[in-house]
């Protein structure tokens, strides 16, 4: 369906798109995801043919998007950031124009279903810049979807919503989501991960993973945490309990917090789940268990592990550079041999590079 | 170029003028200020013509053009919508072509407010209809060439007012360009009054449909549109 290879985009001389390569499927949702700069819009403006790539090639539905830009603009529809209308317009006279723009047949009935699908009979008469932020989001999902497009690119779709209307407008994205491909960007964890079956991160440029969404989540430190609390607190005990549960080499780290009750974070490693063993040692005890769970895995981790990482890596790389730079003339051939190593990365697909940072983040995880 | 979406921007263009006070403000202004330079000389020159209301009009279109022009694109650019228009399936083509009709649409309706002061000054004398049916056109076309300057000034910013400015100067410099060099020689001077966009002007207002003085408003409304669209395209595959 969407088909990136290799785009680069340059302003001036910042390269924002650093050699982005990925492939959209027929009725996917795909969550953008990175932080704030690091080349998400860009990479979304250049989808939809706002911005012509510095270099590479996007193909929609199998045709280049250079060639033939009129064709994948009727096949995309697209919400800008911050949806971006005519606020001296009525929101009828808006759909309408868009309507019309786009030649969609049936028009009035076409219209009728957006205001339904998008909630905005209430408003119909009201001037676009009389709505509140949230209506105004609405609108520009109708103005995307008005058309009937194949691919849904939207920009953003809940910055500066408040979170009644954060969870409708995900639930719409969902209804729609069912019947075509959907692409969109956001910095909002929790919303891509509700959201989306495949997750793209992006940080300063380049993609650092490309995953479904349960396979990313698994792919944190290696770590689980069991938090136990008790409503008694017999410190005998629970000191019994703590040794034991340190004489456990599976056991990584036991944290206490002690308020009106006594909470235990056990973390412990991935691979062997010792809950049973936490419970057959409560059993010989008198503490009174009010609380007994897993903390789940966030993406939160996996982002920061993967964006603050890849931050790292560039710097890393970048000190490496200067170094080569001053022992370039001593030494042509090492710097050469290191340029050859450095592409071979580069061809490695984005899994494999994923599971790499993965096992590194672990490996560091155990010398802890 | 597919004109039903042409037509569709013009009325998008049409309808969002007068929408927007700027219509009504500039309306009024030309209104008052070709009211009041017409009729002040009107009685003492005691001539039933309309030849001083023609002679003020590069003068005004000179201010009044780029008034109108400043918002085609900069406001676009500002408010964002213009990413939401570019990605519409329409081609920049006819997002030009339509913005520019439009705005010619406009000032053909001003321009509509001639006939008024045509049939009054009938009333009172016996007015040669000839002169002013060439004065119209030569009007029109002198405020579309000028409305295909502004329109490419404001798609080189953001800002209105910067869009203003630009415009309003290479306006005056097409006004002027004779006036200014009447130190040179002779037949330097026939070269550079080539440009001068009143000269060519008068000579349309004056009766003498000359394929040279049309072909000039042409060639300036090309040209122009011509920029435009370059700009626009080189803007996207460079962004500022």
Redesign the interface.
């Known amino acids: 369906m969407i088909q990136v290879d290799n785009l680069v985009k340059y302003y001036k001389d910042f390269k924002a798109v650093d050699n982005i390569s990925f492939n959209i499927d027929k009725s996917e949702i795909v969550g953008l995801l990175g932080p704030n700069g690091a080349g998400k819009t860009t990479t979304i403006r250049t989808l939809c043919g706002y911005l012509a790539p510095t270099s590479g090639e996007i193909k929609i539905n199998g045709s280049s998007i250079q060639e033939n830009l009129l064709m994948a603009k009727k096949s995309i529809g697209y919400l800008p950031e911050s949806a971006p209308l005519y606020g001296d317009m009525l929101v009828y006279d808006y759909l309408l124009l868009i309507a019309n723009l786009r030649q969609v047949k049936n028009k009035q009935e076409r219209i009728e279903e957006m205001l339904e699908l998008c909630g905005l009979k209430k408003v119909v008469a009201k001037n676009i810049s009389e709505l509140s932020k949230g209506y105004k989001q609405r609108v520009g999902l109708a103005h995307a979807l008005i058309g009937d497009p194949e691919i849904l690119i939207l920009d953003e779709p809940t910055s500066g919503l408040d979170p009644n209307q954060i969870i409708e407008i995900r639930e719409l994205i969902k209804k729609i989501g069912k019947t075509k491909t959907i692409v969109l960007s956001s910095h909002i964890l929790s919303e891509v991960e509700v959201t989306c079956d495949r997750i793209i991160i992006i940080n300063s440029g380049k993609i650092v993973a490309d995953a479904k969404t349960d396979e990313l989540k698994s792919m944190t430190s290696g770590a689980k945490v069991v938090v136990v609390e008790f409503k008694n607190d017999l410190k005998e005990q629970v000191e019994g309990f703590v040794q034991k549960l340190k004489g456990n080499p599976a056991v990584s780290d036991v944290e206490e917090e002690r308020e009106q009750t006594v909470k235990l974070k056990i973390t412990y490693k991935d691979k062997e789940d010792i809950r049973g063993e936490i419970f057959d040692l409560l059993k010989n005890t008198e503490l009174q268990i009010i609380n007994f769970y897993q903390e789940d895995e966030t993406l939160e981790s996996v982002f920061r592990m993967l964006t603050s990482n890849a931050l790292a890596n560039d710097e890393a790389s970048q000190e490496n550079a200067a170094k080569e730079d001053d022992v370039e003339e001593d030494d042509a051939k090492k710097g050469d041999a290191k340029e050859d190593d450095s592409k071979e990365e580069n061809k490695q697909t984005s899994g494999e590079r994923l599971e790499g940072e993965a096992k590194e983040k672990q490996e560091e995880g155990e010398s802890k | 170029m597919r004109w039903?979406?042409v037509r569709?921007?013009i009325?998008?263009e049409i309808?969002?003028y007068y929408?927007?006070p700027i219509a009504y403000i500039v309306l009024a202004f030309y209104l008052i200020v070709s009211g009041v330079f017409f009729w002040t000389v009107f009685f003492l020159q005691n001539q039933a013509e309309l030849r001083s209301y023609f002679n003020m009009l590069p003068w005004i279109f000179t201010f009044i053009v780029p008034a109108v022009t400043m918002r085609v694109f900069a406001e676009e650019k500002s408010?964002?919508?213009f990413?939401?228009l570019?990605?519409?399936?329409?081609?920049m083509e006819e997002i030009v072509i339509g913005k520019f009709l439009a705005v010619c649409l406009f000032l053909l309706s001003m321009l509509f407010f001639i006939f008024p002061y045509a049939i009054s000054v009938d009333l009172v004398g016996s007015l040669d209809w000839g002169p002013v049916f060439t004065g119209f056109v030569g009007a029109f076309f002198l405020a579309t060439s000028y409305a295909a300057v502004g329109l490419y000034c404001s798609s080189l910013t953001k800002n209105q007012i910067v869009a203003f400015i630009i415009s309003l100067f290479i306006c005056l410099a097409f006004f002027l360009v004779d006036k200014f060099f009447n130190f040179l020689p002779e037949s330097l001077l026939q070269v550079v009054a080539f440009f001068s966009s009143d000269k060519h002007f008068k000579s349309i207002s004056k009766g003498v449909l000359d394929l040279r003085d049309l072909g000039f408003f042409l060639a300036l409304i090309f040209i122009f549109l011509r920029l435009t669209y370059e700009n626009l395209k080189n803007q996207?595959?460079?962004?500022?």
Not at chain 2, 86 to 91: A, D, E, F, R, Y
Not at chain 2, 236 to 240: A, C, G, P, S
Request: net charge neutral.
């Open positions: 039903n979406i569709e921007i009325k998008k309808s969002q929408y927007s408010n964002g919508t990413e939401t570019v990605t519409l399936p329409i081609t996207l595959t460079k962004e500022n």
